[in-house]
């Protein structure tokens, strides 16, 4: 279950409009986009609700990066997202009322690490090319640019149905994630 759990936190960044939730968006050009961005921020909080043996516990977490090295590339035609490397994610799980923080080597973004891109309305839609559900497609609000830095927020809503040792497992995931990238400076004569 704790591996479970540790998937859904990993996976778990000019003119301005609005979602239907009121949050006010950062429309941007896709050209202001392409470019070498580091993850230089990570933070997430959400609750899960995992489903087993007729049981149901609940737990809360929150969790934020540190020691990045992690760079993604969007490459402009095609539109891809490539990521590398890897940062630290430091978890705070309560469950049951007892609070457990760990520390997790990561090298993904969700879902960066190899994707393909596009964005519209002030929404960055991600669509991993490698995973096992490579038609699974993330929004990303982008609610800050200022052509240096770009933070995105994703809300994440999932519910997960797997086997784990002929016991089936449902796992419920409602949590935001922000990234924050910063571009690299181009140092090309």
Do not use: R
């Amino acid at each position: 279950m704790k591996k479970l759990l540790l998937l859904f936190v990993s996976m778990s960044l000019f003119v301005s409009c609005s979602d239907d939730n009121g949050e006010t968006l950062v429309d941007v050009d896709a050209s202001e986009i392409v470019g070498k961005w580091d993850l230089i921020d990570f933070k997430s909080d959400g609750k899960t609700n995992t489903d087993a043996f007729g049981q149901s516990i609940e737990s809360e977490y929150t969790s934020f990066g540190k020691d990045f090295d992690f760079e993604v590339d969007f490459a402009d035609n095609p539109k891809t997202a490539t990521g590398t490397g890897s940062y630290t994610t430091v978890i705070t799980t309560k469950i049951l009322g007892q609070s457990q923080t760990q520390e997790v080597p990561t090298a993904s973004a969700n879902g960066l690490e190899s994707a393909t891109w596009s964005v519209n309305g002030g929404i960055l839609t991600i669509t991993p090319t490698n995973s096992d559900t490579p038609n699974l497609a993330s929004d990303a609000k982008i609610i800050e640019f200022d052509g240096e830095t770009m933070k995105l927020k994703f809300d994440i809503n999932e519910t997960v149905e797997e086997e784990q040792q002929g016991i089936k497992v449902t796992i419920k995931v409602n949590a935001t994630a922000y990234l924050t990238l910063k571009k690299q400076v181009s140092t090309a004569l």
